[in-house]
């Protein structure tokens, strides 16, 4: 039943590729095996080529997952929804007051991102009750919440200091195809700042000066898509 289930799926994944509008087989970075897919800025939304400082991910009770990246100095937040990650779209592009550049820092119960703002000391909270429809709201708060322990199910006990902002440092990644006979780079991926990997699909996001890199993970994608399938014939 399962090797019924991943040929369905082998079949489907091919035959949209062959039908959807944007989507170009050929711009695509294909490893040998075609277990990995790269995935460039210019190979997405066009959100996805701007220069990102910060990124995180979400995942709401309707089973869709979301790609928060902070843009334009924290002028600008995009929201990418990558619950496919054959088929990332841009769910809302939305501008932000004008506190400043900031950081997710670490989430708040299940419908809440902690960010601190990079001047100032500010601390804020993305409202995520709404996925589609964050909403950004400052709040009065001194102590340190990034490293505030849980305290009972709505609590949190933080220790009364700043947040010390340290700056990420850009890196530079090589890919490597390990499935070729010879080693083989499949992109060099530079100024590099955040990454962050979708454990269920295997996806990893790249942000940096040239937007988002998306690395695709084949072999997890489809495994995922026959444990959803089993769980809703449950």
Same mark, same amino acid.
Not at 132 to 141: E, N
């Given at each position: 039943?399962?090797?019924?289930?991943?040929?369905?799926?082998?079949?489907?994944?091919?035959?949209?590729?062959?039908?959807?509008?944007?989507?170009?087989?050929?711009?695509?970075?294909?490893?040998?095996?075609?277990?990995?897919?790269?995935?460039?800025?210019?190979?997405?939304?066009?959100?996805?080529?701007? @220069?990102?400082?910060? &990124?995180?991910?979400? =995942?709401?009770? +309707?089973?869709?997952?979301?790609?928060?990246?902070?843009? %334009?100095? /924290?002028?600008?937040?995009?929201?990418?929804?990558?619950?496919?990650?054959?088929?990332?779209?841009?769910?809302?592009?939305?501008?932000?007051?004008?506190?400043?550049?900031?950081?997710?820092?670490?989430?708040?119960?299940?419908?809440?991102?902690?960010?601190?703002?990079?001047?100032?000391?500010?601390?804020?909270?993305?409202?995520?009750?709404?996925? @589609?429809?964050?909403? &950004?709201?400052?709040? =009065?708060?001194? +102590?340190?919440?990034?490293?505030?322990?849980?305290?009972? %199910?709505? /609590?949190?006990?933080?220790?009364?200091?700043?947040?010390?902002?340290?700056?990420?440092?850009?890196?530079?990644?090589?890919?490597?195809?390990?499935?070729?006979?010879?080693?083989?780079?499949?992109?060099?991926?530079?100024?590099?700042?955040?990454?962050?990997?979708?454990?269920?699909?295997?996806?990893?996001?790249?942000?940096?000066?040239?937007?988002?890199?998306?690395?695709?993970?084949?072999?997890?994608?489809?495994?995922?898509?026959?444990?959803?399938?089993?769980?809703?014939?449950?």
């Amino acid at each position: 039943m399962t090797n019924i289930i991943k040929s369905a799926i082998t079949v489907s994944l091919t035959a949209a590729a062959l039908v959807v509008p944007g989507l170009s087989a050929q711009a695509e970075i294909h490893s040998k095996s075609k277990e990995l897919v790269v995935m460039e800025a210019r190979d997405l939304p066009e959100q996805a080529q701007m @220069k990102g400082h910060s &990124l995180f991910l979400h =995942s709401d009770n +309707a089973g869709s997952t979301y790609l928060y990246v902070e843009q %334009q100095q /924290g002028a600008r937040l995009s929201v990418f929804d990558v619950t496919d990650p054959a088929r990332i779209k841009l769910a809302v592009s939305t501008p932000l007051p004008a506190e400043g550049a900031f950081d997710f820092v670490r989430p708040l119960g299940d419908n809440a991102e902690l960010v601190y703002f990079r001047k100032d000391q500010k601390v804020g909270v993305l409202d995520l009750h709404k996925a @589609k429809k964050p909403v &950004l709201r400052t709040i =009065s708060i001194t +102590a340190n919440l990034d490293t505030a322990e849980s305290f009972g %199910q709505s /609590g949190l006990l933080a220790a009364g200091q700043s947040y010390n902002y340290v700056p990420a440092v850009a890196r530079e990644y090589q890919l490597i195809d390990t499935s070729s006979a010879n080693l083989t780079s499949l992109i060099t991926l530079k100024d590099v700042k955040h990454r962050v990997t979708n454990n269920e699909t295997g996806t990893t996001f790249f942000l940096g000066n040239n937007g988002l890199t998306v690395v695709r993970r084949i072999g997890i994608e489809n495994d995922y898509k026959i444990h959803q399938m089993q769980m809703q014939g449950n």
